[in-house]
Every structure is written in structure tokens, then in C-alpha cells.
């Protein structure tokens, strides 16, 4: 465990420093505006109460706004533009605590045990609160009871979406949020992403420790960089082959032995393929400038 431990933290450093470098220049490029913003949201809804549906989302909001009782309304959360959930218990706004401790500074300790812990029995099972939440762009719920997709579709405007160590089998809907660009599913009950086939705009994509066995629905998803499906019973990657803006692949303790999609991935700078089946490297190693973890 502790060696799957270190592999996950290094990976998530790896890919949370590229994507630091390339928010520098994604802030400039034109996205598509299909979400509400501030400025198309009324004043008679901005004043409006929130009408919260999960408890556990209402305790840890009021707790970190310090507003144990009376509404809270729309405009009151105009300044949130990221929320990151850990059970019920822990909560990140705009990447702060309610005591000020930055995400950053405590992702290890998060991940050792969020990422593993089984026994935690975080409540939350819908994300329908977050239909208030106009501003927000990033949203993560962690070590909860999430199970399927279909209250985020009223989010769409959100463009990360982290939601691992849930209870996830279905993910029918979250096709319909076309801003994602960075999407993490891990550690779920998922054996089916067809509904991710047209999700072209995705940059991230993390489906490691599912029990996913077909890539084909990932096929057309040509716009990735980072793609994590260690831990799974994936045999053929072949789908993958036309990734060719891939930077981070992690295939590790899956069953695949063919490393000849990799081919065209003149990008790829880090392949993660501990306790695979491969025999043959050639491809892998012939590639210039790839970091290879085997």
C-alpha cells in the first residue's frame, strides 16, 4: 500500500505542476460561455435563499462562512469559485480551510486518506447545492456517498470536476458538462464510461482503481494530456493510440502487455507501467525524453 501510496503522490505532483503551468495560458484562450455567469443571473435570484438539500453540504458551508442560522443567499456564495469536500468533515474554499490551512500545503495527508480509506462514511450523496454556487469552477467531493452522475447536471458550468473514493456505478449525464477539463472518477464501482465518449474537450482524466476493462468509448478523446488507469483490469490500450498530446500515462498493475500505441505519443514525457505485463519496452524505450517507471 504504501508503494501504490507513493506512486499516486508523485503522479499528483507531477500532473498539479503541469497543470499550474498550463492554467498560465488557459486563462487566455476563449471557452465557449454556455454556464451563468454573474452578470446574466438576476438581482431577484442573486437575493434568494439558498434552499439546501444536503445536510452535510449545509453544516460544513455555514460552518465556514460562520453563519449557523439564518438563509444564506445566492450572492452570499458569488465569491466561491472552487469547493473541495473531504467526508464530511473537511472543507476547502477557494483553496482555504476555515481556519486559513491551504489545500496545497495538506494534499499528502489528504490523499493518504482519501484516496484509500474505505471506512470513511461520508454522507453526502448529492451535489444539487451546487446549482447556487454561479461562480464555481472547480469542484471536488471526496470519500462520500456519491453514486451516480445526474446531479451535476445542473452544474454546467463547472470545468474541474474531482470526485474520488465515492460510490460511483453510473455516470450517465456528466457528458452534458461540456467546460470539464479536468475530470478525476478514481476509485469508483465503474465498469461503463461510454457516456465520456464525447467529452472532447477534457485535458485530465483520472479512472484508475475502477473496474473498467473497454477504452473504446476514450477513443476520441485526442485533446488529453494526463491519463491515469492503473489498478484496473485493462488488457488493450490500443484506443489510446491516438493521444498523441499525451504528457502522463499511467498504466500500472493493469494486465496490459502492448505497448505499441504508444508510438505516435511524441509528447508523452512520464509512463508510469509498474507491475504490467509487458515484455518488450522497445517502444517505450526508443522514445526520446520519456521517463519510464517500471
Known sequence: MKRKLAQILIGLSIVITMSSCNNGSKGQESQPQTAISQSETTTEETGQAVQWEDPAVEKLIREFLEKPEGDISISDLDFITSVDLYGDDRLFINGKDKDGAGFMENREQLAIR???????????????????????????????????????????????LWLWNNKLTDINGIEKLTQLTSLDLSQNDLDDISPLKTMTGLKELWLWGNPIEDLEPLKDLTGLTTLMIQQTPVLDISPLAGMTKLKILDISETAVSDLSALKNMKDLEYLFALKTEVEDWSVADGMDGLNIKR
Open 114 to 160: 482519501y484516496y484509500y480509506d474505505e471506512t470513511l462514511a461520508g454522507t453526502i450523496k448529492t451535489p444539487a447545492d451546487f446549482k447556487n454556487f454561479h461562480q464555481l469552477k472547480e469542484l471536488g467531493i471526496y470519500g462520500s456517498a456519491i453514486t451516480d452522475a445526474s446531479g451535476f447536471q445542473e452544474i454546467v458550468w463547472l470545468e474541474r
